[in-house]
């Protein structure tokens, strides 16, 4: 196991479609987050899983997001419709319990 | 939203010089971490400093955490050119459920 992946790496979209990423956290990991990154700016949270449940959601998670644990092991996060400031880098991290993260290379969105 | 504030937003020195790095937060916090990331990539965790540690080495890498003051600072001593990359102090606050929330960071040169 090499760490988190996440897939694609980039992705262009026409505003209106839907896009769906995918994250493989490290497979010992029971805690999985999903971030969004835009230029110059930290990461901020949109919501995270333990195990298959979804704890948490951030205000930041419109309706039209949607993220997904099935089983535990892997996670999509779907955006409907997009907009272009949906434009961004999604970051994927997990972690074992309280421990610190371990991030994926991050998928880059352009909307366009 | 964001907790930590780093200062500078950002910093150049020269190749051996050290440079240092600092970090408010707002909350109660369990521990606060700090993390790298090389341009358009994912980021990398560094250290872990615990709310009732008050400085940890690792490295070249030294972290110290006032928790009467909510700051933290990082120093990188004897730095070199691949330390170029932005450094990001991320909080664990104790009201949160462990999902770190992430300053907007620091963006470090250092020139060969």
């Known amino acids: 196991d090499t760490g988190v992946s996440q897939d694609p790496r980039h992705k262009i979209t026409k505003r209106g479609q839907n896009v769906t990423f995918r994250c493989d956290p490290i497979?010992?990991?029971?805690?999985l987050y999903w971030y969004r990154q835009t230029l110059g700016q930290g990461p901020e949270f949109l919501t995270y899983?333990?195990?298959?449940?979804?704890?948490?959601k951030s205000r930041l998670l419109s309706d039209r997001f949607s993220a997904e644990r099935p089983k535990g092991s892997f996670s999509t996060l779907e955006i409907q419709r997009t907009e272009q400031g949906d434009s961004a880098m999604y970051l994927c991290?997990?972690?074992?319990?309280?421990?610190?993260?371990?991030f994926g290379s991050g998928t880059r969105l352009t909307v366009v | 939203s964001q907790q930590g504030e780093e200062d500078p937003q950002a910093l150049s020195i020269q190749e051996g010089e050290n440079a240092t790095m600092n970090c408010s937060y707002k909350?109660?916090?369990?521990?606060l971490q700090w993390y790298r990331q090389n341009s358009g990539r994912g980021l990398v965790h560094l250290i872990l400093?615990?709310?009732?540690?008050r400085e940890k080495h690792s490295g070249r890498l030294r972290v110290t955490l006032d928790t009467s003051k909510k700051s933290s600072s990082l120093l990188i001593t004897a730095s070199r050119a691949a330390d170029t990359a932005s450094y990001f102090c991320a909080t664990d606050e104790e009201t949160s459920g462990s999902r770190l929330t992430f300053g907007e960071g620091t963006q470090l040169t250092v020139n060969p």
């Open positions: 497979s010992e990991h029971n805690r």
């Open positions: 991290a997990s972690s074992f319990e309280f421990a610190s993260y371990t």
């Open positions: 909350t109660s916090i369990n521990n």
């Open positions: 899983f333990q195990n298959e449940a979804q704890l948490e």
């Open positions: 400093i615990r709310s009732n540690e």
